[in-house]
């Protein structure tokens, strides 16, 4: 599994996402607002307002939350507008990093991105110096203690998936951006139990690190992802699973 995958599964299973909920709120509503104001506020017509919509529901967001960021999105309540960046750097060993940010200051954004990358034997670079190096896809994760590989092949495939991966327990379903939605739901359609479902940044080609270097850029990672404004990071590192589950951050 990619670097930034493994890492995402390993927090999820220490609880870390529940110990960040207030982060994790301040970051779906700033989703879904931005969602809402450039697709509109119908999450039957606005797939990315749907799945944002899903997933503060799945952590248990209360509705009067997802109400109040969709109408700032739309306009009917007065809100704080948000301009989506991408930035592109380096961490130790040349690994490339790429961090989404939604921000209303982009000045003091990339102020704190450039000092966190220097913090930890980084750098940030300019648009474009890594982003060619990852693949847009959709992510979905299974257990293998949930359906047989077969069952789920034909599900998935029919559905448009493009590939099936083994990781040790689980399934990974991957799909084109486009095809996302409707594989998604013929999974969760067939009782199928998901344990995570994302579009999200593939590396072509990954860096193999060990030592202070993993251990640092260990750090990176989880500073990026800490960052308030910053909604998702990916990385092109590969770290023996033994680091990842005894690092503390």
Same mark, same amino acid.
Request: proline share 2%; net charge negative.
């Given at each position: ?65 997802? /109400?109040?960021? &969709?109408?700032?999105?739309?306009? =009917? *309540? ?6 989506? !960046?991408?930035? %592109? @750097? ?98 969760? /359609?067939?009782? &199928?139990?998901?344990?995570?479902? =994302? *579009? ?6 990954? !860096?193999?690190? %060990? @030592? ?38």
């Amino acid at each position: 599994m990619s670097g930034h995958s493994k890492w995402s599964t390993i927090k999820h299973k220490k609880g870390a996402a529940d110990a960040k909920r207030g982060k994790i709120f301040t970051k779906l509503i700033r989703e879904i607002t931005t969602s809402a104001r450039i697709g509109g506020g119908d999450p039957s017509g606005n797939p990315r307002l749907r799945k944002a919509i899903d997933e503060a529901k799945s952590q248990n967001m209360p509705g009067d939350n997802i /109400d109040r960021a &969709i109408k700032k999105g739309t306009g =009917e *309540l007065e809100g704080v507008v948000y301009d989506e !960046v991408t930035y %592109e @750097g380096y961490g130790p060993e040349g690994v490339a990093v790429l961090a989404e940010v939604m921000t209303d200051n982009k000045n003091r954004t990339v102020a704190e991105i450039r000092h966190l990358f220097g913090k930890y034997n980084g750098n940030l670079g300019e648009n474009g110096c890594v982003a060619w190096m990852f693949d847009s896809v959709g992510l979905i994760v299974v257990d293998q203690s949930a359906v047989s590989e077969e069952a789920l092949m034909e599900i998935a495939l029919e559905a448009g998936a493009d590939d099936i991966l083994e990781d040790q327990d689980q399934y990974e379903v991957r799909t084109a951006v486009e095809s996302f939605d409707a594989v998604h739901k013929a999974i969760v /359609d067939n009782s &199928i139990p998901v344990v995570s479902a =994302e *579009l999200t940044r593939l590396p072509q080609t990954t !860096v193999a690190l %060990e @030592g202070k270097s993993a251990r640092t850029m260990l750090k990176l990672y989880n500073a990026l992802d800490d960052q308030d404004d910053v909604q998702h990071v990916y990385a092109n590192f590969d770290i023996d699973d033994e680091i990842l589950e005894s690092f503390e951050g």
